[in-house]
């Protein structure tokens, strides 16, 4: 359980609609390296971490990364309200508005739904955490991919630090990896599970 603080993380103000950046920004949200999917994987790999200080980091990270999806639901919002149908045809943000009008709703840069296979929860803290390293990695990436198409001001500066957001989840989680292997035989890294198996001697 947590309380909730009724702000954004980081303040979403954009003055000028733009649908066609909506339309790749909503990845973000609800595409295979999005928000949705981050926050999902860690709160749920959370359950299975045998190790109480790594388990918060899941618990943090997870958390904020909540904070990221509605940051991205701000961003997506303010980019398509108040559009006419004018403006909606010729960015070609027609498909979407059909079934959505312009409801936030997730999915990714080419109209793929979100789907629970774009994130991982095997329950083994070593695999976890490297499917985590992995995905914050595919994450900044997709924020460089958007900073390089975004030039107004006012959508680059929350997508940047969003990026910035992602370089420090990868250092926690590969703090959180070592933690991991100081608890295991070191000669044994990757022969048992410490979530699930018992270490013989």
């Known amino acids: ?3 909730y603080e009724k702000r954004l993380e980081y303040k979403v103000n954009i003055k000028k609609c733009d649908p066609m950046l909506a339309k790749v920004i909503i990845t973000q949200y609800g595409g295979p390296n999005g928000e949705l999917g981050a926050s999902m ?5 959370r359950f ?11 618990t943090d ?13 701000s961003i997506v919002h303010q980019l398509t309200r108040d559009l006419t149908p004018e403006q909606i ?24 739904p979100f789907k629970a296979d ?4 095997v329950g083994d803290p070593i695999t976890d955490l490297n499917e985590d390293l992995a995905a914050e990695q595919k994450a900044r990436t997709t924020y460089d991919n958007l900073l390089r198409l975004i030039k ?6 929350p997508i940047a630090f969003l990026r910035e957001r992602e370089i420090v989840h990868y250092q926690r989680f590969g703090e959180a990896l070592r933690r991991v292997q100081d608890h295991l035989d070191s000669k044994n890294f990757y022969a048992f599970n410490p979530a ?6």
């Open 41 to 45: 994987r860690y709160l749920s790999q």
């Open 152 to 157: 107004d001001p006012d959508v680059r500066d």
């Open 48 to 58: 299975a971490m045998p190790y109480k200080e790594v388990c918060g980091v899941l």
């Open 118 to 121: 774009f994130f991982q929860s």
């Open 61 to 73: 990270v997870g958390t904020e990364e909540l904070a990221h999806l509605e940051m991205v639901c």
């Open 196 to 201: 699930f198996d018992c270490k013989t001697k």
């Open 1 to 3: 359980m947590w309380n």
């Open 89 to 112: 045809q010729a960015a070609g943000f027609d498909q979407y508005y059909v079934d959505h009008t312009t409801g936030v709703w997730p999915q990714a840069a080419s109209g793929e």
